[in-house]
């Protein structure tokens, strides 16, 4: 609204000769000036106030009309090559329904593929950088652009060692670990496929060992070698040969008898 005037309560509005509105604008006798700007540009005019025995004034408006614009920038992501990638560059902001797709005539490295949502995905291939641009777009908006980088690592080397296992006892309950691998990131563990641990013993993930050992057969002592797969995002897998022994409860020696008196 250009209704600014004083003096008097029924006041109108007009563009002075000359001048005009921004392209697809129109002002209305009350001072409001509606529609949809078709030009970015800056446009400045001049306004009449008129009212019933009053003198017409004049002033001067600018309408600075600017696109609206998404805010993107891009960033460098890290992986790793043969490893499975899950990477989002859905970072642009200033719209809720943003889309996004590779520049024409970009590409990703072998392997990956981007959706429409922003997410990278796929397993790259080939140890190499690639610097590519992708598109955010949102209706109404002007299209953004970012650049980004991909950069291929080759695996690194888990130190994992094995050893044996403090002994088990059949039906005691039983704990130990096999999580002495070490690298930067989480480390899981796993039996190695054609692996067993003792009957009544399992392994969990953070490469816990517990449960209650069972008799195998007749046997009263026996020993179970396995292997376990320690595996971390950016890791060659490692592998360790671990071994608990498990045996029967020895039996305590204790009689009863008369107890004297004092």
Do not use: W
Not at 76 to 88: G, W
Not at 173 to 202: F, H, M, N, R
């Amino acid at each position: 609204s250009v209704a600014t005037a004083t003096g008097s309560n029924d006041i109108t509005y007009s563009l002075k000769d000359g001048y005009n509105l921004p392209a697809g604008l129109s002002l209305n006798k009350h001072g409001r000036i509606t529609g949809t700007a078709t030009e970015i540009g800056e446009v400045t005019f001049v306004i009449i106030a008129s009212a019933y025995r009053y003198t017409s004034c004049e002033a001067e408006f600018t309408i600075i009309i600017t696109s609206k614009r998404l805010q993107y920038e891009g960033t460098t992501i890290i992986c790793y090559v043969n490893t499975s990638l899950l990477e989002s560059v859905a970072l642009a902001t200033g719209s809720k329904n943003i889309s996004y797709a590779l520049k024409e005539d970009d590409n990703l490295p072998d392997g990956l593929s981007l959706n429409s949502q922003g997410e990278i995905s796929g397993m790259p291939i080939t140890l190499e950088e690639v610097t590519f641009t992708v598109i955010a777009s949102a209706e109404g908006f002007d299209d953004a652009e970012a650049e980004f980088k991909i950069i291929i690592n080759p695996l690194r080397e888990m130190t994992f060692e094995g050893a044996v296992l403090k002994k088990a006892y059949i039906g005691k309950t039983y704990s130990d670990t096999v999580a002495t691998a070490v690298a930067e990131d989480t480390i899981t563990y796993a039996l190695k496929e054609g692996s067993e641990l003792p009957t009544g013993l399992s392994l969990n993930s953070n490469g816990n060992i517990s449960g209650m050992p069972e008799q195998q057969g007749t046997d009263i002592y026996y020993q179970i070698n396995f292997t376990i797969v320690a595996s971390s995002y950016g890791y060659e897998n490692a592998e360790a040969e671990f071994a608990i022994n498990v045996s029967q409860l020895s039996e305590l020696g204790f009689e009863g008898g008369m107890l004297s008196e004092g």
